[in-house]
């Protein structure tokens, strides 16, 4: 289902959690959203690129030029201390809707 | 700390945006090369490889426009960005942008000058500390029947007594004082005699020295006074020493203990000098010559004070049966010092001068959208390139704004401009013209008219604009489409919505202008013409001439010197002159007639004058004789009354020979003189009985004189004649009878004038407006009229066909305006005379008006068409 739309605000998340263990670059941040969605959402660069930009602006990423798995010049994206604070923020908070949905659509 | 960062982003995002844009630029192209590269090792060719990652990506501007959205301090930048764009678009346009800031400079100037007027007027704090607890009390009771009217001494002792609503009232009358003493030449001044808690009453304090104590407005006090600075700087040079000195107050002496600032102007505007006033026991009713100003108790509301006031009417008139229907109206302090017919009129001339805004803001909206249709093509590469809808609204939007701020600087010149002038003129009289000033609250509402009229009339034309079909509008290269056909309509609409309005506001100030004229027509009662009629109030001060022997032979003095300056054709005493300066009014008995115990004939105007006058003045005397030389203390006592004296009161029956009672004086009907106005020319005659002048003598009366000619220039010789009488006589308010017809109409010759402005650049904008659509409708339709004219149409097919465009605006419009005009010209009920809110005359010639005015908008451009030529057009292509 390559067309799902992102909630709002997922898209942050999903960002953060795929930056959590080691920086990336742009594409290399798009097919790990990819990959640990099992395919479900396919980040495009017009929601890709804003997003990173706000991101960083907000202080949770950092950037940093350098050299790619295949040697060209790429901009690498890092989580920084607020951007972790900021995960385990909104990763409590989407467990909390996730539960409440879950438990809505169960509801007789 | 994320503002830390949020600071840091703004300071890159303003001052480093070349290097931020290479940044991101680069970021996007390595994405791209990325791309590319993984479809290149998943087996594609090269050239297939970028195509497709290209297409992945999207467009590459757009991408870059939607990461700056997200941008701290976008806003700012595009702000900023916008307005160079709006000023250089201005600057490139420079009529298109005269015209707009000139119609915006118009249309905020005069509302901000309206403003300030109405502002100052109706709603500025007084200057009086706690001003909104201060009531005025009036006393109405029939016969007198004023609705403002007067009391007397026993009725307000009366009322202090059975008060509980107010603290400590205070009473208070105007009166004309001569001032004279050591320090000058003697003068004649607007005075009034408060008492003692006046001053504290309306929490005011003086400049120097004090105001009146309690207990002294007691029987036999010393006689003080108060000075305004005015005559304290005029007469004493503004010394602290005049504190305890004695000032000549009417020929007595009295103490001077004050001066009041300037910003002091109470009872009247002019008043200069305030006298104690003692509260002698009186021995009976009257005279009336008094009314209250009372400060409300604390948590007491003006409402339960009238209560209050009602339950003392009711014992008033119980104690004394000669007052009937007595009322005593509380006014708060403002109502009663603007009176009742000005808060209407302002309110109108607001309501009409927002109408010309509303015009102005649709003339800028519709050259707005002419321009939109030239700017079609801009708008539609900049939405291809990936500019957002809202961001092109918001810069247009920024354009427009700034358009009407610009427009707002230059009206607030002309708005500052107006106000020096309404003030330093005063062309209608009005009270508290002193607080009308430009202050942070009109710039605040010039601001706010500014941004709004901005976005009122930059949002349509913005959305029009930025809706633009993109694949016609290229193709067409500039053409008109199916855009502009509903931008036309729109065009058109705005057009008729403003002939609509300014014919609202053109019927408005033609039912004024019939009205003022109506005013001019009447003519108080007299015949000379008033340019050769002189008059002025002569006091003699000095208290001997209290005695009628002494003063009768000073004003036989006055009258024989006037007589004898050249170009004095004749000359008399009045105590009372038309149209408003009425002196007196009183009641009266016919013999004969028989009135119910208690009762009495009403109030009606009560006069003394002199042999002449009403020759002088050009009265009719329609009966029996004037009065004459002989009429003296020593003969009979006689009356004149006047036509509708006799109608009333006397049945139409013969009034030669009737004698009517005054002050206890048998007085017999020697004439009847036709009927005179002293109450103001918008008031109903008022009945009136003469006496003359050498049998109830007055020491303070009018001169009048007749000149074969223009009678101002009499005004220095006459003077000096009678100061040299008796250097202690004063003279006062010297000046023609035109001069005081003018006066007396100053309030709706200025509500005239102003709304006849304001209907004037109404039409002139809603001329503008239509001839714009036309000729612009010309200029679009060249190559239709074109072949039109090569398949063989006259010029006059063409004439007919561009005006009845034209007219059949205007004649929407018109009907859509004449429909408004009959739901708001009721609010001008109370400001008309002589003629109906829907009077014929105006609700047919304004229409006409509008139409000619239309059609001479049309004509210029609908020539223009005729001289299209047909090879020239079609060659257009």
New interface residues.
Partial sequence: MPTTNLLQGTLDLLILRALSLTAM???AISHRIAQITNDTFHV????L???L??M????WLSSSWGD?E?N????FYRLTA?GRRQLQTETRQWETIALAIASALQAT | MSLLSRLASLRRNLFTRPRVERDLDDELHSYLDQLTEEKRQAGMDAAEARRVARIELGGLEQVKEEVRQVRTGQMLEELLQDLRNGIRTLRKNPAFTVVAVLALAIGIGANTAMFSVAYGILLRPLPYAGADRVAAVYMRYFPRDFAFGTMCIRDYLMWKENNHAFEDPSLFTGRRMDIGGKEGVPEQVQGAAVTAGFFSTLGVRPLIGRTFAAGEDQPATASLAVLSESIWRRRFAASSAVLGQPIMVNGAPSTVIGVMPDAFRLPRRETEVWTNLPLNPPARYGPWFYRAVARLKPGVTLEQAQAEMNNIALRMMQQNPYYKRLALPALGLRDALLGTTLKPAILVLAGAVGMVLLIAVVNVANLMLARATVREREMALRLSLGAGRGRLVQQLLTESVLLAVMGGLAGLALAWGGIQLIRVWNPGNLPLIDSVRLDGGALAFMAFASMLTGVLFGLAPALESTRADLNSTIKEGGRSGSASRARRRTRAALVVSEIAVSLMLLVGAGLLLRSFANLQQVTGGFSTPPRQILTMLISPGNRKYSDPRAGLAFYDEVLRRARNVPGVEMAAVTDSLPPDRQADADTFEIEGQTLAPGELNPIISHLTVGPDLFRTLGVPLLKGRSFTAHDNQDSAPVAIVSEGFVRRFLSNQEALGKRIRYGGTWMEIVGVAGNVKYLGLTVDTDPAYYLPFAQTYGARMFLIVRSPGDAAHLAAPLRRDIQSIDPGVTLAQIGTMEQALTLSISQPRFNTMLLALFAGIALLLAAVGIYGLIAYSVAQRTHEIGVRMALGAARSDVVRMVVRQGASLAAIGIVLGLGGAFALTRLLSTMLFGIGVTDALTFAAAPLGMMLVVLLATFVPALRATRISPVVALRYE
């Fill in positions: 670059h742009g594409l495009k660069p017009g929601s690129f804003p997003a930009h706000r960083e602006e907000a202080g790619s295949n060209r010049r790429a901009k607020a």
